[in-house]
């Protein structure tokens, strides 16, 4: 296979100077997009408080559920503010959400002596005017670095500790098995986790009328609806992407500007698809499509275990979700699918070398060998990495180096 390009068919130079522009906007535009997401963080107090100055937990807890979120891999279960995977609950969502209903609870009591569903209408319609309210309302204080819980926050704080335990210890988890997160402190810091990533979805940002999380999730009983802005900047990208596209393909087919360079006739540009014979290195090169091929298979049967979860927990009736749970399984089919698609890519662009070059480095096959049994390595430890954190075996931080993080 070859191009005969003619010195008079090469291309404008007008595209190499708009790619020089589109990396430079582009990069520029997600640099400092990217400075604009970390100024506005949701804060991390040092401590949250109950109005009586009772700690509930800590910075450093936060951080340590962080960690327990990640050690598990519960991102490949459910979502956190809306990203990861789709079987279990978006985690910040579902907290919040609880703590409502807590909150709802508590009041009804406190105010009038019953449980929520024994209210009229009316005592109804004031509670849950009242539960956005104590949520929506922002009790951190900078210069401390403490929030306060109000008294019936500190409360539902208490009651989704139990949630969480019974959630990750007695099967209700789907594609989780029984007592997955078994350990108390583990338990504890995660729902420290959830509480601040909930608190940050649903309180408001210092004197605005949106949250850290601009209202997601939407949860009406916690008062979080889309705010306009949402809207407006969502229609606005879309019409923007499509509209300036489609204005590019415009100018350039309707006036042409002199991108096509030189070229007289196109059809000069021919494909010979008789190869010469195969070098040394493009004959080694046939294992890596072997490899290809098996991790593409596995990646499918991966999936089809993952879409299988959606009916059942087993398999037929074999019980898959014993060794095989939920997030590994989708880690395993994302990770898959990177290494077959970078397998078949590293493997085209070698193989396709001594063909524009016309000549066989020296060393090639070897270093075609070299890097063959660096992909095994990377591919084959990824995988086991990511079994081994599933079946909690790494002690320490180790799961951060070669766990579910590392690998
Ligand atoms: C038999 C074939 C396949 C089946 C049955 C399948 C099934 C699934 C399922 C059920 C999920 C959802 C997991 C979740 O979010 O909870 C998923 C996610 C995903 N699959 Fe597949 N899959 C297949 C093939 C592929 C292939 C060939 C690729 C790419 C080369 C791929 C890439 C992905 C990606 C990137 C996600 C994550 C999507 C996201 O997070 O939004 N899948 N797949």
């Not at 109804?124 to 922002?138: F, M, R, W």
């Not at 009328?209 to 999730?217: A, I, L, S």
């Not at 949860?219 to 900047?233: E, I, K, T, V």
Request: with cysteine; proline share 5%.
């Amino acid at each position: 296979m070859s191009f005969d390009l003619q010195p008079q068919e090469k291309l404008s130079p007008l595209w190499r100077i708009a790619t020089f522009v589109v990396m430079i906007v582009g990069f520029s535009i997600l640099g400092l997009v990217t400075r604009i997401a970390y100024d506005n963080t949701p804060p991390i107090p040092k401590q949250v408080v109950s109005p009586t100055g009772k700690v509930l937990f800590t910075e450093e807890q936060i951080i340590a559920g962080q960690g327990v979120f990640l050690k598990n891999n519960l991102m490949e279960h459910g979502t956190l503010w809306g990203h990861g995977a789709y079987l279990g609950p978006d985690y910040s969502a579902s907290h919040l959400h609880e703590q409502a209903l807590t909150l709802q609870e508590l009041l009804a009591h406190k105010i009038y002596g019953k449980s929520f569903e024994q209210l009229n209408q009316y005592e109804q319609g004031s509670i849950l005017h009242e539960v956005p309210q104590i949520l929506k309302q922002n009790r951190y204080d900078s210069s401390t670095g403490t929030l306060t819980f109000t008294e019936e926050e500190s409360q539902a704080y208490a009651h989704s500790l139990n949630y969480w335990k019974d959630y990750f210890t007695l099967g209700l988890a789907p594609g989780l098995p029984k007592n997955y997160i078994a350990n108390p402190q583990d338990q504890h810091t995660l729902t420290a986790f959830f509480a601040w990533a909930a608190w940050a979805a649903v309180t408001n940002r210092p004197n605005e009328e949106f949250t850290y999380t601009n209202n997601f999730p939407y949860d009406p009983l916690a008062g979080n609806h889309p705010s306009a802005d949402a809207y407006l900047w969502s229609a606005i990208s879309l019409i923007f992407i499509l509209g300036v596209t489609g204005l590019v393909l415009f100018i350039v087919s309707k006036f042409g500007l002199g991108w096509g360079g030189s070229i007289k006739n196109r059809h000069v540009c021919e494909t010979r698809l008789t190869l010469p014979a195969l070098t040394p290195s493009q004959k080694t090169l046939g294992k890596y499509f072997v490899i290809v091929a098996l991790l593409f298979l596995f990646q499918s049967l991966a999936g089809g275990a993952l879409a299988h979860y959606r009916v059942e927990s087993s398999f037929y009736g074999l019980p898959l979700l014993d060794y095989l749970p939920y997030n590994l399984l989708r880690t395993w089919h994302l990770q898959l699918s990177i290494f077959w698609i970078a397998t078949a890519w590293i493997a085209g662009g070698l193989f396709i070398a001594p063909l524009l070059s016309g000549s066989e480095p020296r060393y090639q096959k070897f270093g075609v060998n070299l890097l063959f049994g660096a992909l095994l390595i990377v591919i084959i430890g990824s995988l086991i990495g990511e079994y081994l954190s599933s079946i909690n075996y790494f002690q320490g931080d180790w799961w951060f180096w070669v766990g579910n993080q590392g690998s």
